[in-house]
């Protein structure tokens, strides 16, 4: 113990996730944690515009908090994608 760090410390800090392998194996299980953030919903809707039935679907992020709503990562009406006034509906 002549650094002050038993070999037995030493071993118990470079193995643990802070101070040694942090980033080994943590790409793998953070891909999928990510991909559990997200989910896709369907919705039957009129368009706002001249009130024909369209498809929206939803991506939408889930929040980290129950008190706040998930946000809308990504938007597709059947109909037209960019349309404003059918994204609003989901903002």
Known sequence: MENGISDSSRDFWTASRKY??????????????????????KFDARCPVDASKVVHTVQFRKATCTRVDDTVED?????????????????
Request: charge should be negative.
């Open 20 to 41: 040694g392998r942090a980033g080994e194996h943590d790409g793998l299980q953070s891909q999928e944690e990510e991909d559990d953030r997200y989910y896709t919903q």
């Open 75 to 91: 938007f597709r009406c059947s109909r037209d994608s960019k349309c404003v006034k059918c994204t609003e509906n989901y903002r």
